[in-house]
């Protein structure tokens, strides 16, 4: 084999050794969360639910969950709504963060601020959590609202 023809089987060679051990490398679950997600599906914020959830790498996330149907204020001033415009708000909402942690398929959520104040400063955790393409799906085992646990879907932000 001349010079040539042995560069280009070595750099073949390598080529199929890197491109094998990329695919033996798997991505860990952290890495697959970082990232921008929108809200598919949440039991508790009816059909057609909005939001946003970010996960950065640095292990601090921001999460906005909304019913579709928030009523607007009719007083065009959030410090003048109703009770009734308050209440269909609180209920149709919930934003939180804070900083993250994957341990297993379990994210632990170390919530710092929330519109619902009960989850100030605690420890949140979403089980059964997996990636696949671009889907987020996890376990709430303690939704805000109460009742029993639900699946929450994401989709990768584009």
């Given at each position: 084999?001349?010079?040539?023809?042995?560069l280009a089987f070595v750099s073949s060679a390598g080529l199929a050794?890197?491109?094998?051990?990329?695919?033996?490398?798997?991505?860990?679950?952290?890495?697959?969360?970082?990232?921008?997600?929108?809200l598919v599906t949440a039991d508790a914020f009816g059909p057609n639910?909005?939001?946003?959830?970010?996960?950065?790498?640095?292990?601090?996330?921001?999460?906005?969950?909304?019913?579709?149907?928030?009523?607007?204020?009719?007083?065009?001033?959030?410090?003048?709504?109703?009770?009734?415009?308050?209440?269909?708000?609180?209920?149709?909402?919930?934003?939180?963060?804070?900083?993250?942690?994957?341990?297993?398929?379990?994210?632990?959520?170390?919530?710092?601020?929330?519109?619902?104040?009960?989850?100030?400063?605690?420890?949140?955790?979403?089980t059964n959590v997996s990636v696949s393409g671009d889907e987020l799906?996890?376990?709430?085992?303690?939704?805000?609202?109460?009742?029993?646990?639900?699946?929450?879907?994401?989709?990768?932000?584009?």
């Open positions: 084999m001349n010079r040539r023809g042995m050794f890197s491109l094998n051990s990329a695919v033996a490398q798997q991505t860990s679950l952290k890495d697959q969360l970082v990232g921008t997600w929108t639910p909005r939001g946003t959830f970010i996960l950065e790498p640095n292990g601090h996330f921001s999460a906005v969950l909304m019913r579709a149907n928030v009523p607007k204020i009719a007083a065009n001033s959030r410090l003048q709504g109703t009770p009734d415009e308050y209440k269909a708000i609180v209920d149709g909402t919930l934003s939180f963060f804070g900083t993250y942690a994957v341990s297993g398929t379990d994210l632990n959520l170390r919530v710092e601020g929330s519109s619902y104040p009960n989850w100030d400063e605690t420890s949140q955790k979403r799906r996890y376990t709430q085992p303690d939704p805000s609202g109460g009742g029993g646990a639900t699946v929450v879907v994401w989709k990768r932000a584009k």
